[in-house]
């Protein structure tokens, strides 16, 4: 349900002035304030804004305020611009009134603002799609271009219009916009040469100065330092809170989607460029014959380059700033120019150059912006005219703005009353005069064809012979000397002769704003708006479609003699068109406060605001609408905001809305006279009337919260009460439910443990009874069989007792037997013939059958291991075997020799060339070669002889020469004498008799001795036809050397002797050799 809300709701100080009781200036302007303290800039006089301006961004125009205010109705909501907007929009849609708004207010207050808020507006609002979406963005968009090249930084407002501006933007009818027509006013031209001090010039000077390329500088000749131009004041070059190059970057932006062409763009910032270079142009005087000076260029660059980017001839306008042509009755008069007049000259080429491309970038936005339907359109127009100016010196560009804003509020006047005598006569109701301070008769002194001051300004520029700014003044002081709003020194009037407030060059207006003192000075140039003809014609010859086009004048073939109609006149007659237009359409009025002069939000000057409050009217505003009835109201949203103080209208009235009201007054007993009823809607004569019903229905509406809430209370109290009683119900019920269950577990639980005891018992009585029967059973079973048994042996005894003990010892033997042989087959030893284990017996009865086993085992792992031998291995260790017959626990040197191979030939005899002859020698076999010591008698050293063994003899060698010193046959040999230590020594002995033992025996000593001997044993052992070969071992024997016998005694060495073995001398008959104790 949608919630219908008033303006009266939540109300700050008073949202409609009209309702301010009591009404005083004082009231007004405390309302304001307080308003204006809780950030609401908005308050209504009636259907007129009055908009303060916050100095600052509030968040009040989100889109979702666009959509809280879209299609309500003015009066619903709090005051808005947007409320105004939207009233505008849909009364031009739904009733086809074009529509305009009139955005007054000074310099500052925010008109351009509020212009720019109502488009977004209704562009927010009305109709969508691509084409539409583009009308849009391109209307909108038109606003930074105009602002750039029209408004500028000024002491009042850093972005103050310099212009007047009215856009008629055309709707089709189903309220989508089709296009749009802009008209401007008189820009402030004078701007471009000069501006006061602590303002700027046009913003697009600066823009194009910091946001342009660095490419398009050089191309336009120009550099980015402000302080090269002569035109652009240093003293604010820069805003803060102003972008320029940013803003440049807008521009260019805006001006693409309007649709300017590149080239377009290019041309106008080449005008702008123009304009500067301009400016730099200086001026020297150069005396002519005639005694008059001429003005010269000075520095000709700039003009130069100026010339470049326009494409003019340099000489051409160089003469131009030197001569001047006048013509006059088809003749040509050059004269020269001052320096004063040529640099005239070139201000008004600057100023007329920046104008006319100000209206033609105005004009050509039309062509872009203009509808294409040929249907009829519905218009909303949309004024922004600058605001009223009072400054301490006001020119004729003052007079002119305010001029305007005096046609403008006359039409404020003229349309208000006019509206509300309107309404008066549409609802029926009688209309009582009001009494209102009109204007026109101001509009008059300015704008009276026959006397009012803009016709005696053009009658004096147009009059032959000197004209100067006195004797304009002097005319106006004999012509409007008697009229009650022009003040003068001059004046025949004595009222001001003494007045110093007024100089003698300057006349006072009394405005409906306050009183102006315009100073005279440059009243009559600047209404002539003169620029040489020779300018004119030099820009006309330039070679720049542009500037062409804005000097149509300056074409030769169009000579025009005739003057061109004066700035006053223009603007006065564009001001008459403008107010007709504005009388043809349903006005909308935002009235704009500038709260402070320091551009500061939250500040709230009274009397600056106050004065403003005056010079707008605004008290008589709100008089003349509470002339008669101060609010009115259609008769439902009344009916329905008031019903509940009657009890016929609440809560719902049948029938038509008007009876409702009637019933509804008729009822409060308010008095006649203080409310009319009119067609549509009930007029209330005072605000109090408005108020009494206002807090009658807050009194209502509390009642009526209280009794709604007493009711909600009681219903939601009631359904509580009544839901815990349900629930009560439902946790009894379950309750009861597992109460039940769980005893019912317990009596099944109870009766089931009975049950099974019960029949646990009669089970065990049973098992008792079934266990008896079955022992009854088994012991008759078993008495059976035990006298069967008893039968059986005593039948059978006499035949076991022969063999039965002889069987089972058998048996048993077997099984043991075989138990043993088994388990010794899985235990069995390693077949390494030196493995000394085997499984312990388990019977000592086994004892003797285990050791034979053991030894059979043995024996058959030998011969096992003996089946692998070769024969040359099995010769090895035959030898082996011999040696350990012969010396094994006999001889100390025995067990290091076991390890050592019995390699034979040590010296490789057969392969040594050295021993060639030698083995050449040896016919038989060689089956052992080694060095071996012969030992001598005399001293028992050793020398060193080769010992070579064959099967049949001994021959010993000269180690080196290889010589046979000795050769003994082996049956020569009758024994071999070694000690049981472990020396290497032994004798050699020859049997008595024989062929060898001439020379005596032999003591040798060799590393090899378990070799030689045991292998002269073989050969002893294997000749048939020979005894063996006697090996003697002891630690004592004889030695035959040739005559003497000699005793060779070994005995151990003590452990200081040397490790090695020592053969030592002691006499003649005995050698001693000491052998180290063996470790
Ligand atoms: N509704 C607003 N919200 C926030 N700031 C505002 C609002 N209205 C105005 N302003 C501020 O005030 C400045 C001046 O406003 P604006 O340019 O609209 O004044 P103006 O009445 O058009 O003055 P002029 O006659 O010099 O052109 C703006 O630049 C802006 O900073
Ligand atoms: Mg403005």
Same mark, same amino acid.
């Given at each position: 349900m949608e919630v219908k809300t008033s303006l009266l709701d939540n109300m700050i100080g008073v949202g409609d002035m009209v309702l301010l009781e009591p009404l005083s200036e004082d009231s007004f302007l405390e309302n304001l304030k307080k308003r204006f303290d809780h950030n609401e800039i908005y308050t209504y006089i009636g259907s007129v804004v009055i908009s303060l301006n916050p100095y600052r961004s509030l968040p009040i125009y989100t889109p979702d305020k666009v959509e809280e205010y879209r299609n309500r109705n003015f009066y619903e909501l709090s005051p808005h611009i947007y409320a105004l907007a939207d009233e505008a929009y849909r009364s031009l849609r739904d009733q086809d009134k074009d529509q305009c708004i009139l955005i007054t207010g000074e310099s500052g207050a925010g008109k351009t603002e509020a212009s720019k808020l109502v488009m977004s507006y209704v562009a927010a609002v009305c109709g969508k799609g691509q084409e539409v979406n583009k009308v849009k963005e391109q209307l909108l968009q038109s606003n930074p271009v105009l602002e750039a090249f029209g408004n500028a930084k000024t002491v009042r407002n850093d972005n103050s219009s310099r212009f007047g501006k009215y856009m008629d933007i055309e709707f089709d009818f189903k309220g989508d916009p089709l296009g749009g027509v802009i008209s401007n006013y008189l820009l402030e031209k004078s701007r471009v040469v000069k501006q006061p001090r602590g303002e700027r010039n046009f913003h697009i000077f600066y823009q194009l100065l910091s946001g342009a390329s660095d490419d398009t500088l050089k191309k336009l000749k120009l550099?980015? *330092?402000? &302080?090269?131009? @002569?035109?652009? &004041?240093?003293?604010?070059?820069t805003v803060s809170g102003l972008d320029d190059a940013a803003n440049f970057r807008t521009v260019r932006n805006a001006m693409q989607i309007v649709g300017f062409m590149e080239d377009e763009m290019q041309s106008v910032l080449e005008l702008v460029a123009a304009v500067l270079k301009l400016g730099n142009i200086d001026f020297k005087p150069e005396s002519r014959c005639n005694g008059m000076d001429e003005s010269r260029v000075k520095d000709k660059n700039d003009l130069k380059e100026m010339c470049e980017l326009l494409g003019t001839e340099q000489s051409v306008l160089e003469r131009a700033f030197s001569y001047r042509t006048v013509e006059a009755k088809m003749e040509k008069v050059s004269t020269t120019l001052n320096v004063a007049q040529a640099y005239y000259a070139r201000d008004a080429l600057a100023k007329n150059l920046y104008s006319r491309l100000f209206s033609w970038l105005v004009t050509r936005i039309n062509e872009s912006i203009k509808a294409q339907a040929k249907t009829r359109h519905k218009v909303m127009g949309v004024l922004d005219i600058y605001g009223f100016e009072i400054f301490e010196d006001n020119s004729f560009e003052q007079f002119i703005i305010n001029y305007c804003n005096e046609k403008l509020q006359q039409i404020f006047i003229e349309l208000t009353l006019r509206e509300e005598q309107e309404e008066y006569v549409r609802e029926g109701i009688e209309w009582t005069n009001i009494e209102y301070f009109n204007n026109a008769v101001i509009c008059d002194l300015i704008?009276? %064809? $026959?006397?009012g001051i803009l016709a005696m300004l053009d009658e004096e520029c147009l009059r032959p012979g000197t004209v100067t700014d006195e004797t304009f003044l002097d005319k106006l002081n004999t012509i409007c000397a008697e009229h009650q709003h022009f003040e003068s020194r001059? =004046?025949? @009037? &004595? /009222?001001?002769? @003494? *007045?110093? &407030?007024?100089?003698?060059?300057c006349f006072r207006i009394q405005h409906y704003a306050g009183k102006v003192l315009y100073r005279v000075e440059g009243f009559v140039d600047k209404n002539n708006d003169l620029l040489y003809r020779d300018l004119s014609q030099a820009m006309y010859k330039a070679n720049h479609s542009l500037i062409k086009q804005l000097f149509p004048e300056g074409n030769p073939a169009k000579v025009n003699l005739k003057r061109p109609p004066t700035a006053g006149f223009q603007f006065k007659a564009s001001v008459g068109t403008l107010m007709g237009n504005l009388q043809t359409k349903n006005p909308n009025y935002i009235r704009c406060i500038k709260p402070n002069d320091k551009k500061a939000s939250h500040i709230f000057t009274e009397s600056l605001v106050c004065h403003q409050v005056r010079y707008l009217g605004l008290m008589e505003n709100v008089r003349v609408r509470r002339a008669g009835y101060a609010f009115r109201q259609a008769y439902e949203p009344c009916l329905e905001r008031y019903k509940m103080l009657c009890k016929s209208t609440w809560p719902h009235w049948k029938g038509p809305a008007r009876n409702g009201v009637e019933v509804l007054m008729t009822d409060l007993q308010v008095p006649a006279e203080e409310f009319a009823y009119g067609r549509s809607k009930i007029f209330i004569r005072n605000p109090r009337t408005l108020f009494f019903l206002e807090e009658k229905r807050k009194q209502c509406l509390e009642d009526l919260a209280t009794l709604i809430q007493k009711i909600y209370r009681g219903w939601k109290c009631r359904s509580h009460f009544l839901l815990l009683k349900k629930s009560q119900i439902v946790v009894a019920s379950w309750y009861r439910r597992y109460a039940q269950q769980k005893k019912y577990q317990q009596v099944k639980h109870a009766t089931t443990v009975v049950q099974s005891y019960t029949r646990g018992w009669q089970a065990r009585k049973l098992l008792r009874e079934l266990k008896y029967q079955k022992k009854c059973e088994e012991a008759v079973t078993t008495i059976a069989a035990f006298w069967h048994g008893t039968q059986v042996r005593r039948e059978y005894r006499k035949f076991f007792r022969a063999n039965a003990g002889k069987k089972i010892y058998n048996f048993t033997i077997q099984r043991i037997m075989q138990k043993y042989f088994l388990g010794l087959k899985s235990n069995l030893p390693s077949m390494s013939p030196v493995d000394k284990s085997w499984p312990s017996r388990p019977y000592s009865f086994l004892d003797g059958v285990h050791a034979e086993l053991r030894r059979i085992f043995h024996l058959w792992r030998c011969k096992k291991y003996r089946s692998q031998f070769t024969e040359e291995k099995k010769a090895v260790y035959e030898e082996k075997l011999e040696a350990s017959e012969l010396f094994k626990d006999k001889k100390a040197l025995y067990p290091s020799s076991v390890s050592q191979p019995f390699k034979g030939d040590y010296l490789e005899i057969s392969k040594n060339p050295k021993y060639q002859k030698l083995s050449s020698a040896v016919d038989e076999k060689i089956l052992l070669a080694d060095v071996v010591n012969k030992i001598n008698r005399a001293n028992g050293k050793g020398s060193p002889r080769l010992f070579l063994l064959s099967k049949k003899s001994i021959i010993l060698a000269d180690q080196k020469t290889g010589q046979v010193k000795a050769s003994v046959p082996l049956p020569d040999l009758a024994s071999v004498s070694t000690s049981? $230590?472990?020396?290497?020594f032994f004798a050699l002995k020859l049997k008595e008799g024989s062929g060898s033992a001439v020379k005596g025996d032999f003591l040798l000593s060799s590393d090899h001795l378990i070799e030689i001997i045991t292998k002269l044993h073989r050969i002893s052992s294997m000749a048939a036809d020979r005894e063996k070969l006697n090996v003697n071992i002891s630690d004592e024997f004889l030695v035959q050397f040739k005559q003497d016998k000699v005793c060779v005694k070994f005995i151990q060495g003590s452990? /200081? %002797?040397? =490790?090695s073995v020592s053969c030592k001398? /002691? @006499? =003649?008959r005995l050698l001693e050799v000491s052998v180290p104790s063996s470790p």
């Open positions: 550099e980015r *330092d402000v &302080s090269k131009y @002569n035109y652009l &004041s240093l003293d604010s070059a704008e009276n %064809n $026959q006397n001059l =004046n025949k @009037n &004595s /009222k001001f002769l @003494n *007045d110093h &407030s007024l100089p003698h060059n049981t $230590q472990s020396d290497g452990p /200081k %002797n040397s =490790n001398r /002691k @006499n =003649n």
